[in-house]
């Protein structure tokens, strides 16, 4: 019976060079400590524990919503150390306890399954998930006796010249007896070169107690930890390779999966078909039928079936089915567009309703508004929202006809099926079914040109 986890998150991650704390780097738009979280999830764990310590506050909050439960680690004083500070957690389990860096987030949820399986069914007081590569740099390293059964696993910084040369890496996820894990943690000393209590000391503590070690070596795209920015960039490629891959098992086209960026838990339907060069970020989900033209960030937004968009910027927003968006357009947060609707080129909505059918073609700003359906924008409408003091609500009805270059300025109601004439600037609401003018009269001074001796 399994059900627990330690995830070790309080390093600082010296080597990103950075003031947030390493496991908040994002891959493919999710912090790698949460990926590890989903995973051992997805894995089958429930019960997991956060080991936090630099940047605690912010560790905390970022993982606010994964229902799991924290540690802390004051000092950081070595991958043992940071166990220890999960005595509390670790007390009352029994069984199995999975321990997992916060820092390779690649891993999947067979893995995980595989791993639990394997130290069970083989009655292991301990087992390593390993990887076997050409040049373990930087990783510890799995050191065997003759017969194969793994003795200890030694840090890089303190491996002798004949450990370097071994190729199997420690991943940094294990399993573990919890009741032998407390006991061996006793023992730990800080005697190496880092001056640090290093987890991975556990294993040679029991296997000098006669416990059973093993190790499962798996592919190293399951288990690259990340120590640098370079590391990060190689590990988002494979990650964006794996989600770009899924999304076209799933029945969508992308035209150039190299240059489509996907996050990590985008939804997108079949039928999609998504152009180069096109970020979709955070939990947006993409209908069916949509076609996402070259170079559009869309960003937390829920876009219907069958939208076309291009070129364009959309954040925190609803497009209905079967409108387009783009060249160009720029739908700032909390907008909601309804379905057949046109936002053409150099447009920009923020914070505002758009119902069915409505057209905003060209050059136009609409903000704080709610528009109704069947309404159409001339080219370079403004709506006049703010008034150096405050942002003011502007209210369409349906049917509404507004001519080119009018300004709207709000606080202010355009009722249904009225018209506003082009180059008006309207301050006053506008009854159902009018025509409002709002500029001054057309004067056209007859001869002017030879008076004043212009002629060409
Ligand atoms: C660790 C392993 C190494 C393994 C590698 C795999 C040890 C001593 N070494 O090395 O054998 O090959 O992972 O990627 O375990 N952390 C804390 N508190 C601390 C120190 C670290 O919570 O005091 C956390 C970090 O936030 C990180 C994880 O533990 O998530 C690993 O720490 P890191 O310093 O990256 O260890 P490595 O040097 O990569
Ligand atoms: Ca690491």
């Avoid at 905003?360 to 528009?371: K, Q, R």
Wanted: hydrophobic letters at 35%; charged letters at 25%; glycine letters at 8%.
């Amino acid at each position: 019976m399994y059900n627990c986890a330690v995830i070790l998150a309080a390093g600082k991650g010296k080597r990103m060079k950075s003031v947030i704390p390493k496991v908040l780097h994002k891959v493919c738009g999710k912090e790698m400590v949460n990926h590890v979280i989903d995973t051992l999830r997805e894995g089958g764990v429930e019960d997991i524990n956060i080991i936090i310590g630099t940047g605690a506050e912010k560790v905390k909050v970022n993982t606010s919503s994964k229902n799991v439960s924290y540690s802390l680690q004051d000092t950081q004083l070595g991958t043992g150390h940071a166990v220890k500070c999960a005595k509390e957690f670790l007390k009352s389990k029994k069984g199995t306890v999975a321990i997992f860096n916060g820092d390779a987030p690649l891993i999947t949820a067979d893995i995980v399954k595989k791993l639990i399986a394997f130290h069970e069914d083989n009655n292991f007081t301990a087992t390593i998930l390993t990887s076997i590569v050409e040049n373990p740099y930087g990783y510890g390293r799995i050191i065997r006796e003759c017969n194969g059964e793994v003795k200890k696993i030694v840090e890089h910084k303190d491996c002798s010249k004949d450990e370097l040369e071994v190729r199997e890496l420690n991943a940094g996820m294990y399993c573990f007896d919890v009741e032998a894990l407390l006991v061996a943690l006793e023992k730990l000393s800080n005697n190496n070169c880092q001056g640090e209590y290093y987890l991975t000391d556990v294993i040679e503590i029991l296997k000098n107690d006669g416990k059973k070690i093993g190790a499962i070596p798996v592919e190293f795209e399951e288990t690259m930890g990340i120590n640098s920015r370079v590391q990060l960039a190689e590990v988002e490629k494979i990650m964006r390779k794996r989600i770009n891959l899924k999304h076209m098992e799933n029945g969508v086209t992308l035209i150039d999966p190299d240059s489509t960026y996907i996050d990590s838990d985008v939804v997108i339907g079949n039928d999609t078909i998504i152009y180069p060069n096109n970020v979709i970020e955070g939990k947006s989900v993409i209908g069916e039928g949509c076609v996402l033209y070259p170079s559009s960030r869309i960003k937390d937004s829920i876009i219907a079936k069958n939208v076309i968009v291009q070129n364009s910027v959309i954040l925190e927003s609803n497009i209905g089915e079967n409108t387009t968006v783009g060249p160009f357009a720029y739908i700032r947060p909390e907008s909601n567009i309804g379905k057949h609707v046109r936002i053409g080129d150099f447009v920009e909505v923020k914070k505002s309703t758009i119902k069915d059918n409505t057209k905003v073609s060209h050059l136009t700003y609409i903000g704080d508004a709610e528009v109704g359906e069947k309404c159409n924008f001339g080219c370079g409408t403004v709506v006049v929202n703010y008034d150096g003091k405050t942002k003011n609500k502007t209210i369409i009805g349906d049917n509404v006809f507004i001519g080119c270059n009018a300004n709207l300025v709000s606080p202010i109601k355009i009722n249904d099926n009225s018209y506003i004439a082009a180059g008006s600037t309207i301050t006053k609401e506008v009854p159902e079914e009018a025509l409002a003018i709002a500029r001054t009269k057309q004067i056209n001074k007859e001869g002017w040109v030879t008076k004043k001796g212009l002629n060409k």
